[in-house]
């Protein structure tokens, strides 16, 4: 197949299937962790190095080559729990089959996820506050937090305001941790979550907290916590904890950030 400007064998059209194909199912294996944060940003640093080289852009190019070359040893630091997932699961029996289904079926979700029921997460802080029962919940976005929920117990249960209740029931075997909700679902319970490394976080604020914090730094997800010592309830966001919400004021930041 010849084209005016560029020659393009047959060979070359295989090779392109086969690089985006491992990049798709690189994409598969980080979706809902976040290492995919990290994985988009290698692809934009390599594309913007092949560009300035294409506009022979000497000394910028020579920069991103150096960085790329010694990022490498990093990266195999940096993604070895993505990189032992893909290993064993290319030891799998059923690893040829997966391979040979995507290939030939490549299935994109292009579906809306379904809008947050947040009148159950807000009655359920309300409750615990009025308790003071301490929470923690986090609630997914585009980030699926699969490497968090994998720390817990999973339970893959509708959401419900009774049923957050009862995790969070002093005398319950599920209310140390955190609680994953993502698209109605409450994924699991008793996870662990990061903590923050802010040294200007106030003192006055716990491991709870400081866990809501902790995962709104590395992910988009929304934190919820509700203080078992005062019944106060907050919200962390891209890092930064909101302090002392009412319900109302609680269900219109929800509402805002679900919009479905």
């Given at each position: 197949m010849v084209f005016d400007f560029?020659?393009?064998?047959?060979?070359?059209?295989?090779?392109?299937l086969l690089v985006a194909f491992l990049l798709y199912e690189l994409y598969s294996l980080l979706r809902?962790?976040?290492a995919i944060n990290i994985f988009i940003g290698i692809v934009a640093i390599l594309i913007i190095w092949r560009l300035v080289s294409a506009l022979e852009m000497e000394l910028l190019s020579k920069i991103l080559g150096g960085f790329i070359s010694v990022g490498f040893i990093a990266l195999i630091v940096?993604?070895?729990?993505?990189i032992r997932r893909f290993l064993l699961f290319l030891g799998t029996p059923n690893a040829l089959?997966?391979?040979?289904?995507?290939l030939f079926f490549w299935r994109f979700n292009i579906t809306n996820a379904p809008k947050l029921k947040v009148e159950h997460v807000v009655k359920a802080c309300q409750s615990l506050s009025n308790k003071d029962m301490g929470?923690?919940?986090?609630?997914?976005?585009?980030?699926?937090?699969?490497?968090f929920?994998?720390?817990?117990?999973k339970l893959e249960a509708n959401i419900s305001s009774a049923l957050l209740e009862n995790i969070f029931f002093k005398n319950s075997p599920l209310h140390d941790g955190a609680v994953i909700i993502q698209k109605n679902k409450i994924r699991a319970a008793r996870c662990v979550l990061p903590i923050t490394r802010n040294r200007n976080f106030p003192a006055i604020y716990g491991l709870r907290h400081r866990a809501a914090v902790g995962i709104s730094e590395q992910t988009d997800a929304i934190a919820i916590a509700v203080s078992e010592e005062t019944g106060k309830i907050s919200y962390a966001k891209g890092g930064s904890l909101h302090p002392h919400l009412t319900a109302t004021q609680l269900k219109k930041v929800l509402s805002e950030e679900f919009k479905g």
């Open positions: 560029i020659a393009v064998r047959f060979l070359d059209i295989i090779d392109i809902g962790t976040a940096v993604f070895q729990p993505e089959n997966r391979i040979r289904d995507n929470a923690l919940i986090v609630l997914a976005k585009k980030n699926e937090l699969n490497s929920v994998e720390t817990g117990t």
